[in-house]
């Protein structure tokens, strides 16, 4: 897993004009808890942590206070429409402990000609220990059959990884690709539809002369 040296700053103002001003500093104000301490507020370098979070599940080694701290990104917000990170809750963790995080599904090889893959997870929630959490987990889809499921139990974990995500999810469900007759059938179907739905529209307008007149049309 990647882990990242970042320097924290204690910061003691609080609220919105407090972080607007952290902002226009190029600074992320920030939460650290976690291990039943009391939570402390901090701000970070927003370019230094931006690079950090391009890499999921990162952990932080926090330089503040004169000592060091580990830590994991636990929720982080942004802004809606420029996408910078507005603001970030950090946990704190210890070598060696466990913790429960989502894992991306990282998709290799391709299944066998004339098949779909159909990804219903991205990622699966694993334990594993704080300081070698995977970046991924790796599924090698290479020749696999139409009719093919593969479930969150067949994954291939790293050593020292659990699965926490329900064994029976599928993950990965490879089906066979429609025909160019299939195709064909289902834009013709589709056309029908339309041209019914049309026709039953023009059935349910009243239809009045071109030149009657209002009252003719209110009789």
């Known amino acids: 897993m990647s882990e990242v ?9 609080f609220g919105k004009g407090a972080a607007r001003r952290i902002r ?12 039943g301490t009391d939570p402390r507020h901090i701000s970070l ?4 942590l931006m690079l950090a979070l391009k890499t999921a599940n990162v952990l932080l080694t926090l330089e503040i206070d004169g000592g060091r701290e580990l830590a994991l990104p636990k929720d982080v917000q942004r802004d809606a429409i ?4 507005e603001h970030v809750d950090l946990v704190l963790v210890r070598r060696g402990e466990k913790v429960v995080v989502d894992v991306a599904i990282e998709v290799s090889g ?14 699966v929630q694993v334990e594993t220990e704080a300081t070698h959490i995977p970046t991924s987990i790796l599924l090698d889809i ?3 059959q139409p009719g093919t499921q593969v479930l969150a139990g067949q994954l291939e974990l790293p050593e020292g990884t659990t699965l926490v995500t329900d064994a029976e999810a599928l993950v990965v469900g490879i089906s066979a690709a429609p025909t160019a007759e299939q195709v064909e059938a289902e834009l013709a179907e589709a056309e029908a539809e339309v041209g019914i739905v049309h ?3 023009g059935e349910d307008q009243a ?3 071109s030149g009657a007149s209002e009252g003719d049309r209110a009789s």
Do not use: F, W
Request: without cysteine; hydrophobic residues 35%; charged residues 30%.
């Open 5 to 13: 040296r970042i320097a924290a700053e204690p910061r003691s103002a």
């Open 24 to 35: 226009r500093d190029h600074k992320v104000p920030a939460v650290l808890y976690g291990h």
């Open 110 to 123: 391709e299944a066998a000609p004339g098949a779909l893959v159909n990804l219903d997870h991205s990622s």
């Open 82 to 85: 420029r996408g910078t990170i």
């Open 45 to 48: 370098p927003g370019h230094d």
């Open 142 to 144: 290479e020749g696999l």
């Open 199 to 201: 026709e039953e529209k």
């Open 207 to 209: 239809e009045v002369p």
